[in-house]
């Protein structure tokens, strides 16, 4: 089983949609959680951390399930400013070493 | 404060060349991490380092060495580049203690 493993994607979404990333983690030992952003061609940024109890920013929420070793990414009323492709991060413990899925590229169309 | 930087922005080498990318940081940051992305991968953490004068090896470290003589600067080098190390190379650092890594722009690699 791959270390952090995501939808393959590409997600493609009308403008105003809802849509939904998954993510699932292999090590029961990963102490912090991440959804990185990516555009295309630029470097990666930091979207939001994910916590135990859910998070939200605006149009964006978070969740973990460490039982279950899954974390999600929900996007509200997609934009097109939201077409990137989105990574989910691990940290493993020590010394902030991340560990990176291959990602899921979202494409909002108008 | 210009973040993270990285020299070159894009690069082509021949089969068996060296080079060094250089990676900056102005914000006194403790850790500095070299990674690399391939199409259909994820990031995967080639060598980092938790403070001048010490690195580590990460995932995949052959082919690569690295430096860190200043706290704020992080060297890459190929020794003798191999067309498997064409790649985009993102260098990141963070404040020790602290989880969310600042990544540069990124080195576009192309090796013949």
């Known amino acids: 089983r791959k270390e952090v493993e995501q939808d393959p994607g590409p997600f493609n979404v009308p403008e105003g949609a809802t849509v939904a990333f998954n993510c699932t983690y292999s090590?029961?030992?990963?102490?912090?959680f991440f959804w990185y952003r990516q555009d295309c061609r630029k470097e990666p940024k930091l979207l939001m951390s994910?916590?135990?109890s859910g998070n939200e920013d605006g149009r964006f929420t978070a969740q973990l399930n460490r039982a279950s070793q899954y974390i999600s990414l929900l996007i509200r009323d997609s934009k097109l400013s939201d077409s990137a492709t989105y990574l989910c991060?691990?940290?493993?413990?020590?010394?902030?070493?991340?560990?990176f899925g291959k990602g899921t590229m979202l494409l909002v169309s108008p | 404060n210009a973040g993270v930087t990285q020299t070159p922005k894009f690069r082509v080498l021949k089969t068996g060349q060296s080079m060094t990318l250089l990676c900056a940081q102005d914000?006194?940051?403790?850790?500095m991490y070299w990674y690399r992305q391939d199409p259909g991968m994820g990031l995967r953490l080639i060598h980092y380092?938790?403070?001048?004068?010490?690195?580590a090896k990460g995932e995949v470290p052959d082919g690569y060495n690295v430096s860190r003589l200043k706290k704020q600067n992080f060297l890459l080098g190929l020794e003798s580049a191999a067309p498997s190390q064409t790649s985009v190379y993102f260098c990141?650092?963070?404040?020790?203690?602290?989880?969310?890594?600042?990544f540069g722009p990124g080195t576009r690699l192309t090796v013949l």
């Open positions: 991060v691990v940290n493993k413990g020590g010394y902030s070493t991340l560990t």
């Open positions: 090590n029961s030992a990963s102490q912090s």
């Open positions: 994910v916590y135990s």
């Open positions: 914000m006194n940051h403790e850790y």
């Open positions: 380092s938790v403070g001048e004068g010490t690195t």
């Open positions: 990141a650092s963070n404040i020790a203690g602290r989880d969310t890594q600042y």
